[in-house]
C-alpha cells in the first residue's frame, strides 16, 4: 500500500540485488496491497533496470522504519563467479589501448628529434603575441606524414602533406618523456596525435625556480602559458586542458614541494575551467588566479593570453602578483564567539520543549545544544547540510 513511486523503488532495490531472480519475491510481496494488479506489476517489473536509483538498501531501511528488525542469522553469500568473458574483453581492449598509446609516443619522439627548432615568427606566436620557448619544435605537414603522424580529418584537411609549418609540442610524462605532442598551424588549429595519450601529460615552459617556495603556474594551454611567463619570470607548466589540470597539480606539487602553486585558470563563461581549477587545486594546496576583464572593452570572459592581447603583458604581470602574494595554506578558522540565546519565537515550539532525549537546533543566530533542563548551550556559526 506505498505510493507507486516508493512501490517502485523497492522493486528496484530488489532486482539490483537479485536479478530476474527476485521478481517472484517482489510480487507476492506486491500482492498485499489493496491496489494490486498482477499486469501492472509484470509491467513494472520489466520497465526496472537491474542498477535503477535504489538499491536493496533503500529496502532495508524502509523495512526498519516501518518497525521490521533483523533477527536472523543470515547465512554467508556464496561467492561471486567471475564473468571471464566480460574480464577477457576488458583486459583486450587494456592492451590494445596500451598499445596505441605505445605507437603514438614511438611516432612523437620521431617528431620532436627530427624536428628543427620552432622559428620565432611562426604565424601561431605572432598571431597570439607571444615569444618562443625553448623546447618548441617545428615540422612541416609533409614530413610528419613520413613518420607516420596521423591527425584529426578536419586538421590534416587543412594542412595537408605540403610544405605547411606545424608548431609540434611536446606532451611530456613524470619521466619527462615525449608520450604524444600537439601540432599546431600557422592559422591555429590544433590537434593531437590519433591514438597518443594526452591524459597527465604536460610541457613545462621556464627553468626551476631558485626560490623553493616561489610561484609555480599551471595554466590550460601554450599561449597562455607562454603570457603568463613572460609576466612572470617564474615557472609554468601546460596541461592543454581542463580536464587534464588535476593531473598535472599532483606532477606539479610532487616536483615542487614547498613552490605555492598557482592555477592560471581560463575564465569560462560557462564556468568549466573556473570549477576544474578549483578542484585541481584544492588537493595540492593550491590557488586559482582568475583573469580580470574589467575595464577592457567588448571582453568579458577569456585567459591570461586573451588578457595580454587586450591589455598588455603589464596588466597581466600586476595581477599574478596580487596571487602571489596570498598564502598558499589554508587560513586556521577563527574561534567562535558564544552568542546570546535567540528570541523566544525562534525557540522550538511547546510541543518540543520537553523531549525524551537532548537535541540541537540550527538558527539563524547559531548552532545550538539545548538540554534537558531547556538551557541553550552556543556550539557554533550555523551548520546547514547540503548533501547527504
Not at 363 to 374: E, I, L, M, Q
Amino acid at each position: 500500500d506505498l505510493p507507486r513511486e516508493e512501490w517502485a523503488r523497492v522493486g528496484m532495490g530488489i532486482k539490483s540485488e537479485l536479478g530476474a531472480d527476485g521478481f517472484d519475491l517482489f510480487d507476492t510481496w506486491s500482492q498485499d496491497g489493496a491496489s494490486y494488479d498482477p499486469k501492472e506489476s509484470r509491467n513494472a517489473w520489466k520497465s526496472f533496470k537491474d542498477s535503477g536509483k535504489s538499491g536493496i538498501g533503500t529496502v532495508f531501511l524502509w523495512a526498519k522504519q516501518n518497525g521490521w528488525q533483523d533477527t536472523a542469522t543470515a547465512a554467508a553469500p556464496p561467492p561471486r563467479v567471475p564473468d571471464i568473458a566480460r574480464a577477457a574483453k576488458a583486459a583486450t581492449a587494456a592492451a590494445e589501448q596500451a598499445e596505441r598509446h605505445h605507437r603514438a609516443a614511438q611516432v612523437a619522439a620521431a617528431l620532436v628529434k627530427d624536428g628543427q627548432p620552432c622559428p620565432a615568427d611562426h604565424g601561431y606566436l605572432t598571431t597570439k603575441g607571444v615569444k618562443l620557448c625553448p623546447g618548441l619544435r617545428a615540422i612541416t605537414a609533409q614530413q610528419a606524414r613520413r613518420h607516420y603522424a596521423i591527425w584529426g580529418r578536419e586538421f590534416q584537411k587543412e594542412v595537408g602533406t605540403g610544405a605547411a609549418v606545424l608548431l609540434i609540442v611536446p606532451v611530456m610524462n613524470a619521466a619527462d618523456e615525449v608520450q604524444t605532442v600537439e601540432a599546431i598551424s600557422a592559422a591555429g588549429k590544433k590537434a593531437y596525435l590519433l591514438g597518443g595519450q594526452k591524459s597527465g601529460g604536460f610541457f613545462p615552459i621556464g627553468e626551476k625556480s631558485e626560490d623553493p617556495a616561489g610561484p609555480v603556474y599551471i595554466v590550460e594551454g601554450l599561449a597562455t602559458g607562454l603570457s603568463v611567463h613572460e609576466a612572470t619570470g617564474a615557472p609554468v607548466y601546460v596541461a592543454f586542458d581542463a580536464g587534464n589540470l588535476k593531473a598535472v597539480a599532483g606532477v606539479v606539487r610532487d616536483r615542487h614541494p614547498a613552490a605555492a602553486v598557482i592555477i592560471a585558470a581560463d575564465l569560462d563563461k560557462s564556468g568549466t575551467g573556473q570549477k576544474k581549477a578549483t578542484d585541481a587545486a584544492a588537493p595540492v594546496g593550491g590557488r586559482v588566479a582568475l583573469p580580470d576583464f574589467a575595464g577592457i572593452e567588448g571582453r568579458e570572459h577569456g585567459d591570461w593570453n586573451d588578457l595580454h592581447q587586450a591589455g598588455g603583458l603589464e596588466i597581466v604581470s600586476t595581477q599574478l602578483a596580487k596571487a602571489q602574494t596570498i598564502d598558499a595554506s589554508p587560513e586556521p578558522a577563527p574561534e567562535e564567539t558564544p552568542q546570546e540565546p535567540p528570541p523566544a519565537d525562534t525557540k522550538p515550539k511547546p510541543e518540543q520543549d520537553k523531549p525524551s532525549v537532548s537535541r540541537y537546533v540550527v538558527t539563524a543566530t547559531g548552532t545550538w545544544h539545548v538540554n534537558h533542563d531547556d538551557e541553550w548551550v552556543f556550539i557554533c556559526a550555523p551548520l546547514r547540510v547540503v548533501a547527504r
